[in-house]
C-alpha cells in the first residue's frame, strides 16, 4: 500500500513526505508472524524509532528505521523501516 499525499505525520508532528509498506504473514510459523516492512521519503531528519508513523487512511505502530539512502543531487532521504502493526482508519 502507498501513500501518496504529500504530508504524512510523524507521533504528533507533520512533514512533507510519502510512505509505502508490505504487511506478509509468514504461515509457516506457529502462530503466523506477521512482518512489516516499508520505505519513507521526506527532506526531514528522522530519529531511529518511534511510536506512530501516520498518513491518509493508513497508520504505522512502533516503527524502527533500519536503513537510510540518500543521493548528492536530491534532498530526499529514502529511509527503510519496519513496524510491529497497522491499523487502515
Known amino acids: ?3 501518496t499525499k504529500g504530508k504524512i505525520k ?7 513526505g510519502k510512505f509505502s509498506f508490505i ?5 509457516t510459523k506457529k502462530p503466523p508472524i506477521l512482518t512489516i516492512s516499508g520505505v519513507v521519503e521526506t527532506a526531514a531528519r528522522l ?3 518511534f ?3 501516520a498518513g491518509g487512511r493508513v497508520v504505522l505502530f ?4 533500519n536503513s537510510e539512502s540518500a543521493g548528492s543531487e536530491d534532498n ?4 527503510g523501516f519496519s513496524a ?6
Not at 510523524?10 to 512533507?16: F, L, N, P, Q, R
Not at 504487511?23 to 504461515?27: A, P
Not at 530526499?76 to 529511509?79: D, G, N, Q, S, T
Request: aromatic residues 6%; glycine residues 2%; negative net charge.
Open 47 to 49: 530519529p531511529d524509532s
Open 1 to 3: 500500500m502507498t501513500v
Open 76 to 79: 530526499k532521504i529514502v529511509y
Open 62 to 65: 512502533d516503527v524502527l528505521i
Open 23 to 27: 504487511g506478509e504473514v509468514d504461515r
Open 10 to 16: 510523524i507521533e504528533d508532528v507533520e512533514i512533507a
Open 51 to 53: 511510536k506512530s508513523m
Open 84 to 89: 510491529k502493526r497497522y491499523e487502515i482508519r
